[in-house]
């Protein structure tokens, strides 16, 4: 079981939109509507931006939103501040024999 | 206020044993699952390990499968990880994490665990 796909790098100017995708397969992303995201800044415990694809939990800020098509499941954030850079990874429920939950490789956004 | 706190990392050779813990306050330890999740020195999340909120289901990754054993203790609100036969690619930040569902909710601020002769 590999990691789910992210791209290692995503940047944006303050204000602009930036979308983040993670590609996985029919046995995690694209089989159930368990896919999360996380956001962890340098030093830092990792926290929960949005869960069940599309869901945030309470204080995220609405400027972070999720959605899923297949395989590929997207983070977006819109309204770009200083402070959403940080890496930030994808993870899935996995119906493989192997593991629980599946991670992204991680993407790290930069906001120039 | 929900803390999860770590301990129990630190310096151990190869072949050598730990046992990390992490206190859990500020919610309902019980009705959580409890999950470990690593992070290698400049690399990403790797899931370790899962036990329900009773201690009837318990996961883990191949990578440690026969050598780390997860563990909980509903009445001390602690969850524990044994591990044992360690090797260098275990050397990682360790978290503590709750789900209620599937998905990682709550974070501790992790320990870090070296493995090296």
């Known amino acids: 079981q590999s990691a789910l796909t992210q791209p290692a790098s995503v940047s944006g100017s303050p204000g602009q939109s930036i979308t983040i995708s993670c590609t996985g397969t029919?046995?995690?992303?694209?089989?159930?509507?368990?896919v999360s995201w996380y956001q962890q800044h340098p030093g830092k415990a990792p926290k929960l931006m949005i869960y069940?694809?599309?869901n945030r939990p309470s204080g995220v800020s609405n400027r972070f939103s999720g959605s899923k098509s297949g395989n590929t499941a997207s983070l977006t954030i819109s309204g770009l501040q200083a402070e959403d850079e940080a890496d930030y990874y994808c993870?899935?429920?996995?119906?493989?024999?192997?593991?629980?939950?599946?991670f992204g490789t991680g993407t790290k956004v930069t906001v120039l | 206020e929900v803390q999860l706190v770590e301990s129990g990392g630190g310096l151990v050779k190869p072949g050598g044993s730990l046992r990390l813990s992490c206190a859990a306050s500020?919610?309902?330890?019980?009705?959580?699952?409890m999950n470990w999740v690593r992070q290698a020195p400049g690399k990403g999340l790797e899931w370790v390990s899962s036990?329900?909120?009773?201690?009837?289901?318990?996961y883990y990754a191949d990578s440690v499968k026969g050598r780390f054993t997860i563990s909980r203790d509903n009445a001390k609100n602690s969850l524990y990880l044994q591990m044992n036969s360690l090797r260098a690619e275990d050397t990682a930040v360790y978290y503590c994490?709750?789900?209620?569902?599937?998905?990682?909710?709550?974070w501790g601020q992790g320990t870090l665990v070296t493995v090296s002769s």
């Open positions: 500020g919610f309902t330890f019980s009705s959580y699952s």
């Open positions: 994490a709750s789900s209620l569902e599937l998905w990682l909710n709550y």
């Open positions: 029919s046995s995690d992303v694209g089989g159930y509507n368990y």
């Open positions: 069940d694809v599309s």
């Open positions: 993870s899935s429920y996995t119906s493989s024999s192997t593991l629980l939950y599946v």
């Open positions: 036990i329900s909120s009773s201690s009837s289901y318990i």
